[in-house]
């Protein structure tokens, strides 16, 4: 079990494990990812943030890539089509944020997004990602092709490494991932995430771990191919709801380690249960109290980043995620969709604290 949970390294930086929360649009938040922290996510990535609105300076953007009390290393992910954009948008989040890692959006299915040349629309135009992932590569500087990467270099211990996040494809006839994967490493980057769905496809339907054991293959084969770059390594994500799933994708598909987007929802406390099984090859349940003591750390988090309407509204999905599982769970969730403020919240959970 043990050898399955394991440190890591994306370019120069050294995480302690494997287990990752994913960026997760309008959820990954600092409130979430510093109780995902505390609950043992090995690190953290930010939600998507537009390039584009980075440029034109907008305040709320800005928000979205603060980082936690707690978070020692994290990512800030960033999308967007255009290679200057990107560029001139990475040095703003180093910038503002002195973040470890930047993550690039080669994967978002939604429309507007792809519309743009931006997310999904980069897994299907590999020439495009090229072009973006080398120019966001030099902006944190790093070098195309990997000068400037290699073990050792002075370069490789000032430049802030960057990371992609692809799909298997567009849809079920065009899968590129081979060719995404391939452009982004000749790109200079020093990590790739698949989740091995189509655009297509969104969110439905089951993702292909076959093709993420495939791409895990040929990544290996590139770092084999290049020795004097320091190793690539490759994450999986998709359908990880439970810990038994991330020790299945690790067992099967041979990844590096393992993203938790959905699975995380209400669900902080994954990444202890996943790190105790792949350790200990147990876990144990966390108390309801507990559940509903780190959603209120979520909640008063989240009034101190925004205001409290604002939290109040964010926590009804996440307090109705939280409940799952409880007694009478549905008749909580039909006043949790209603909590305005925090003593409302209080009061929903009187008889559960």
């Known amino acids: 079990m043990s050898n399955l949970y394991h440190p890591v390294k994306i370019g120069n930086v050294e995480l302690k494990g494997n287990i990752f929360l994913a960026p997760v649009a309008g959820y990954s938040d600092m409130a979430f990812r510093s109780v995902c922290i505390e609950n043992g996510a090995c690190f953290t990535y930010t939600e998507m943030v537009s390039a584009e609105a980075l440029v034109r300076q907008n305040q709320k953007t800005e928000v979205l890539m603060r980082r936690a009390f707690n978070e020692k290393a994290y990512a800030v992910q960033i999308f967007g089509g255009e290679a200057g954009v990107m560029a001139d948008a ?61 073990a050792g270099s002075a370069a490789a211990h000032a430049a802030v490494p960057v990371t992609v996040k692809i799909r298997s494809g567009w849809e079920q006839k065009q ?49 084999k191919a290049h020795p004097e770059r320091v190793r690539v390594p490759v994450f999986g994500s998709g359908d990880l709801f439970k810990p038994d799933d991330a020790r299945k994708m690790l067992e099967q598909t041979k990844a590096d380690g393992v993203m938790f987007a959905r699975g995380a929802m209400g669900n902080p406390f994954i990444f202890r249960d ?80």
């Open 175 to 223: 899968i590129t991932w081979r060719e995404a994967a391939l452009a982004a490493l000749e790109a200079g980057v020093s990590a790739i995430t698949i989740h091995p769905r189509t655009k297509a496809q969104g969110y439905e339907g089951h993702s292909d771990w076959e093709i993420m054991a495939a791409l895990v293959e040929l990544v290996e084969g590139w770092n």
């Open 274 to 353: 996943t790190t105790s099984l792949l350790t200990t090859g147990k876990y144990e349940p966390v108390p309801l109290q507990e559940r509903i003591k780190t959603g209120f750390a979520e909640l008063e988090r989240l009034v101190g980043e925004t205001s409290e309407q604002h939290a109040c509204l964010e926590m009804r999905k996440r307090f109705s995620a939280y409940s799952k599982g409880i007694e009478n769970g549905a008749a909580l969730r039909a006043r949790i969709v209603h909590a305005a403020t925090v003593q409302d919240y209080r009061d929903i959970f009187s008889g559960v604290m």
């Open 90 to 150: 990475a040095g703003i989040v180093l910038e503002k944020t002195g973040c470890e890692v930047i993550d690039i959006n080669c994967g978002c299915p939604v429309p507007k997004i792809v519309k743009t040349g931006a997310g999904s629309a980069l897994t299907r135009d590999p020439d495009r990602l090229f072009a973006v992932a080398s120019a966001v590569v030099k902006a944190c500087g790093g070098a195309a092709g990997g000068e400037g990467s290699t």
